[in-house]
């Protein structure tokens, strides 16, 4: 595709339930980054990942936010029992490597907890 | 553990130049100066970004001290398009981006 593709664009889910959240990469970027910004607030660095390996998973909040990664390319955001806490809007980003400073952005998946 | 210090905002007029400054004192040999803008509602964008030398592109130039513990985005002509929160960053080798607070532009008609 042309850009960074994010889906759901949006989602509303109950407290308690499983979500996830899917990202397409810019095809043969081999980096890619998830993030995720609360209202009003800066990003928040998630965890990272190179090809299918994830050298950073610092920034994950919590044992209920895993992330994986197949094929080098599709990565899927998994957040389990939703909590208030975790509305935001989630980023994904790609490039074509890690030191690469052009590092493309999709649109975001607002996730509202209700 | 922030890396870099920018204002939290500066204000400009249109079809002013506009220079947003940086500080990055404990920057190493391998660190990269990345700036991303975010405009509002919107996801961020690649601005610019570089090592050593002074570097243009068609958005912007970034000016790099030659001690490299500061640098300075220059936006030539702000246009009201330019506001946005614009985050310096560093990064190397198999570091992520990570954001901070960034800059918060206001353009002025």
């Known amino acids: 595709g042309a850009g960074v593709s994010q889906s759901p664009s949006n989602k509303v889910t109950e407290k308690g339930k499983d979500v996830e959240l899917r990202c397409d990469p810019i095809s043969g970027h081999t980096a890619l980054y998830w993030y995720r910004q609360s209202l009003g607030q800066g990003l928040e660095f998630l965890i990272y990942?190179?090809?299918?390996?994830?050298?950073?998973k610092s920034g994950l909040p919590s044992d209920r936010f895993s992330a994986e990664r197949t094929g080098g390319s599709v990565s899927t955001l998994t957040i389990q029992r939703t909590q208030q806490e975790d509305s935001a809007v989630y980023l994904c980003a790609s490039s074509i490597s890690p030191d690469r400073g052009d590092a493309f952005f999709g649109q975001g998946t607002r996730l509202t907890v209700v | 553990d922030a890396k870099t210090t920018q204002p939290n905002s500066m204000e400009s007029n249109e079809e002013e130049p506009v220079h947003l400054p940086c500080n990055h004192s404990?920057?190493?040999?391998?660190?990269?100066i990345h700036w991303y803008r975010q405009l509002p509602s919107q996801g961020p964008e690649y601005v610019i970004h570089?090592?050593?030398s002074n570097v243009n592109n068609r958005m912007a130039s970034l000016a790099i001290a030659e001690d490299r513990k500061s640098s300075t985005l220059i936006l030539h002509r702000a246009t009201l398009r330019d506001a946005a929160v614009y985050y310096c960053?560093?990064?190397?080798?198999?570091?992520?981006?990570?954001f901070g607070k960034g800059t918060r532009l206001s353009v002025i008609a």
């Open positions: 960053i560093l990064s190397s080798g198999n570091t992520p981006l990570v």
């Open positions: 990942f190179q090809g299918n390996s994830a050298p950073d």
């Open positions: 404990t920057i190493s040999g391998t660190d990269y």
């Open positions: 570089g090592l050593t």
